[in-house]
């Protein structure tokens, strides 16, 4: 090798940053270690996967711990240390342990969930999928360039099209798998698309390229880069079930097994977002008045449509609680589109964005917990309906009164004060944005959203119809449920912890 390729060379080899790496590799390599395990575990012994999965998880986020100490970044243009596809700043560590987190709860419920499924469902299987979606998820908020940022969200989908159909021979399973599978690919392949119409007309993947070569792009390629733009921003709409882009959700939730509606419903909605942020914020900031006043109408419409909707459940025969938390979800996914919205024309993008990282934390702690009892409820009563809760109270008067805190904090409403609070938070950064009438948008939609929520939490005191069902808590429930209690309960007292946690920087 000749004296000039030597050093050409050892500039292209680069060292892997393995601790900035650590959480996202450490639950991939846990997937692996379950599904070959699973070849030579006995059947009366498979039930040690779980536990397994469990500790990789919980493993995965107490190495988040040593990256607080500052950003490290790997993976990056030979030359520029500070343009890279890896990055672990403050913003993927909130985000990971909001993946991680949920990830954890998810697998709590599961361990139940399988021991106790009419159907037989494959456990190496589940486990492995499951960690490999979480592996996809906690990947995304490092990713800092378009091509990783599919990949993965690919990882962190994938997996789930199969979770959610994992009940061989469930019709609603199978359905339920189809339309996610589809509503996703579909995404996908839109912002594939865009995304090279974005490498066509500047030429590089990684973000703060993009940000920085898309404002002076030629003219002949200004439309294309402008479609470029256009159609990410539609197929990242599609993964946070944006209206009218949610029509898979409902069905997808009460088709999925229940853990697996929970974890859509947190690491899925969280995957999404984080996506959203990434290619509004950090890519495409030039486009500020193209998708500011989008997100505004489409939050507007998402939180309408699902409070709506929510409201109409009930009028219907099957009155499913599942089903009613899907609905719920999008109206949730409105309130979080809301400081997105609001950064494009605020002064601080980082406060607007730290909003909805705090209102996404609050909901994650408060929807898995009502999932958990939804999951303890569901062990008695198959239809799992918001009518097999009244009564709650007189059997279970833990749950019933931690199921009564999680709907008031997802309503707004004390003693769920950080519910409140986070509401209050995104509608400051509506208000400080300009944005007056998405503010009042989102005030009416919280008064709609009181009906519901407070319907449910009424029949949890109500006197009960018939025998009264005992409810048994499992040790996994238990500690789930005891886990988002803590979580909620803690952050009420202090919450003005979540935003110093939200606190981020994105440039």
């Known amino acids: ?73 790997t993976f990056c243009l030979a030359g520029h240390t500070d343009i890279c596809s890896y990055t672990a700043d403050r913003f ?20 139940t969930a399988l021991k106790d499924a ?77 995304i090279s119409f974005v490498y066509a007309t500047t030429g590089t993947l990684y973000l703060t ?38 029509f898979w959700v409902p069905d997808t939730y009460v088709g999925a097994p229940l853990p697996i509606a929970a974890y859509l419903s947190v690491v899925g909605k969280a995957v999404g977002f984080t996506g959203l942020i990434l290619v509004t914020v950090v890519a495409f900031p030039s486009y500020a008045d193209v998708w500011g006043p989008a997100l505004a109408v489409l939050a507007a419409l998402t939180m309408t449509v699902g409070n709506a909707a929510a409201l109409r459940q009930r009028t219907t025969r099957a ?55 939804a999951a303890l409820v569901g062990r008695t009563h198959a239809t799992n309906r918001v009518a097999d809760y009244r009564g709650l109270y007189a059997t279970n008067p833990v749950a019933a009164l931690l199921l009564a805190f999680f709907l008031l904090c997802l309503a707004g409403l004390p003693p769920g004060i950080i519910g409140l609070f986070a509401k209050v938070t995104v509608f400051s950064a509506a208000v400080d944005a300009g944005l007056g009438w998405l503010a009042v948008v989102m005030a009416v939609n919280v008064v709609i959203a009181l009906f519901y929520y407070l319907r449910w939490t009424a029949l949890l005191f109500s006197t009960p119809e018939g025998e009264p069902h005992k409810h048994r808590f499992p040790a996994p429930l238990t500690a789930a449920l005891a886990l988002t209690g803590a979580v909620g309960i803690a952050l009420s007292g202090a919450p003005q912890l979540i935003l110093r946690f939200a606190d981020t920087t994105l440039f």
Do not use: C
Request: overall charge negative.
């Open 118 to 194: 009419d159907r037989v469902l494959p456990e190496g299987e589940y486990w492995f999928l499951l960690l490999s979606s979480a592996a996809g998820a906690a990947l995304l908020p490092a990713a800092r360039d378009l091509a990783t940022l599919i990949v993965a969200l690919e990882v962190a989908s994938l997996p789930a099209f199969a979770l959610v159909g994992i009940r061989h021979g469930d019709k609603k399973s199978s359905e339920a798998a189809l339309k996610f599978f589809l509503s996703s690919v579909t995404a996908t392949a839109v912002s594939l698309m865009g």
């Open 319 to 373: 009155y499913s609680a599942v089903r009613l938390l899907a609905w719920s979800s999008v109206g949730q996914a409105g309130y979080l589109l809301v400081p997105i919205a609001a950064a494009a024309s605020s002064g601080d993008a980082d406060h607007s964005i730290g909003s909805t990282l705090a209102y996404a934390i609050m909901y994650a702690a408060v929807n898995l917990g009502t999932f958990v009892v």
């Open 92 to 111: 993927t560590l909130v985000v990971q342990f909001l993946v991680l987190g949920g990830a954890l709860l998810t697998a709590l419920l599961s361990v």
């Open 209 to 246: 390229q993009v940000a920085e070569r898309i404002q002076h792009v030629d003219g002949q390629f200004h439309t294309l880069a402008q479609t470029g733009v256009v159609l990410t921003l539609v197929g990242f709409a599609f993964k946070t079930a944006a209206v009218p882009f949610h």
């Open 1 to 73: 090798m000749s004296s000039l390729a030597q050093p050409l060379a050892a500039s292209l080899v680069q060292s892997v940053d393995w601790l900035a790496l650590a959480p996202p590799t450490l639950a991939a390599l846990v997937g692996l270690a379950v599904l070959v395990a699973d070849l030579f575990l006995a059947e009366h012994r498979k039930g040690l996967l779980g536990w397994v999965a469990v500790a990789g998880l919980a493993a995965s986020g107490l190495l988040l711990l040593p990256l607080l100490d500052g950003d490290r970044s």
